[in-house]
Nanobody, 114 residues
């Protein structure tokens, strides 16, 4: 079964950190770009970060709102990607989704309180 499973969401205060994880299964992981998106209820899903497939020095790109606070990484030997989120703000509150092409995870909730 092809699937993406996220974990690591939770509730933190402004300025806190969280590390999201995404485990892929049932797919050829090491040739696929992977991404994190987020969505607030009633709003359009937006790209947080994307990482290309090489394990060494992969290309990465971030949404403008990230402003150097988040880092996306991957380990092809473990079929996993991560999103390290630092200096979190209340407007980072959203459901965060792992993505590869047309495949989506179930999402993990991130809540940042002021």
């Amino acid at each position: 079964q092809v699937q993406l499973v996220e974990s690591g969401g939770g509730s933190v205060q402004t300025g806190g950190s969280l590390r999201l994880s995404c485990k892929a299964s049932g797919m050829v992981f090491n040739i696929n770009a992977m991404a994190w998106y987020r969505q607030v209820a009633g709003m359009k899903r937006e790209l947080v970060a994307i990482i290309d497939y090489p394990n060494e020095n992969p290309y990465t790109s971030y949404g403008d709102f990230v402003q150097g606070r988040f880092i996306i990484s991957r380990d092809n030997s473990r079929n996993m990607i991560w999103l390290q989120m630092n200096n979190l703000r209340p407007d980072d509150t959203a459901i965060y989704y792992c993505n590869s092409g047309r495949l989506w995870g179930q999402g993990t909730q991130v809540t940042v309180s002021s």
